[in-house]
């Protein structure tokens, strides 16, 4: 359940980074849900979660093949940014979803994004000025898991 809900977690950042301009403020994942924080300028709670579960589940339905490389640090590909790795990280494991997404994460992940089943936001609110939280899951039905 947590290699999938963050492989849908990686998904879901990469639509807010390049359809509203966030960046990641914080991550926690526990057993049945995973939370994401962002900061951004446009107001996240306006837009209906069903948007979001809509361009994550789409991403999911392509069967993307989910890649993990590991790399010495000074050997990381110089397009993708590992400033908020910790310097004592000697070796970098850089996941990508096909050609969708591309990050470093020490994070277990699915194989491919036909293993995640359907993604499903929980909450999203306002958790500071520009700062929101999401918190979702993933299913294998439809049906929503608290």
Known sequence: MRARMESAQHILYRVLTKEYGAKQT?????????????????????IPKEDFELKVNKVIAMNLPVTKTTYQRDQVPSDIDVSHIPSHVKNV???????????????????????????????IKRNGKDIYRFEGTVTDSSAIMK
């Open 93 to 123: 494991v850089i996941v990508a979803i096909g050609d969708f997404d591309v990050q470093p994460c020490g994070n277990e992940h699915v194989n491919n994004t036909s293993e995640i089943g359907e993604y499903h936001i929980l909450d």
């Open 26 to 46: 914080g991550m926690q994942i526990h057993d049945n849900k995973i939370r994401l924080d962002v900061i951004c300028e446009k107001d996240l709670t306006s």
